[in-house]
């Protein structure tokens, strides 16, 4: 029979943008090293981030207890789909709700001033990407968030930038 959630499978790849699917079906295929078909669970986290998506701990934990759930800890295309979809269509921003958001600001500003100031930028990109930031990148961050110019990013403009 069909799995539960196949319609839904099958709503998600008829509103994806067919450059989407590509995008999904080719980060699939570079992380199913055996070329089973199947994503060790293991593997996810980082295929995801190498789509560009930054899931939290506690969202990579519910998506490792579903996938270990399943045959074996592994995730098949179909899943992966269902998993990545409404992520690229951008509902992340939805599912990334103000409490979420609001709890990664607060841990950002360091100083607790309401305002997270290039320093604390930095900081927090570092501990997202785990990695440095080249000469120049956090300014040209800055700027795009810095709504009112003042040199700081507040919870509103970062509001702005995630709450579609």
């Known amino acids: 029979g069909l799995k539960p959630g196949y319609y839904n499978q099958i709503f998600l790849l008829a509103e994806m943008e ?3 699917v590509l995008e999904l079906q080719e980060a699939f295929k570079e992380f199913d090293y055996d070329q089973d078909g199947y994503l060790n ?5 980082e295929c995801m981030r190498t789509m560009g998506y930054m899931p939290t701990e506690m969202e990579l934990l519910e998506i490792v207890q579903q996938i270990k759930m399943r045959m074996g800890g592994l995730m098949d295309f179909e899943d992966f789909v269902e998993l990545m979809g409404p992520r690229m269509m951008g509902e992340t921003a939805h599912m990334l709700g103000l409490k979420e958001l609001q709890s990664a600001f607060t841990q950002f500003d360091l100083d607790g001033d309401g305002k997270i100031n290039q320093e604390e930028l930095k900081e927090a990109i570092k501990s997202m ?5 080249k000469k120049g990148e956090l300014e040209e961050i800055v700027k795009e968030l810095d709504i009112n110019a003042d040199g700081n990013i507040d919870f509103e403009e970062i509001k ?3 709450v579609l």
């Open 41 to 45: 669970y293991k593997d996810v986290a």
């Open 160 to 162: 702005m930038m995630f």
């Open 18 to 20: 067919a450059d989407d």
């Open 129 to 133: 990407l785990g990695e440095k930031l």
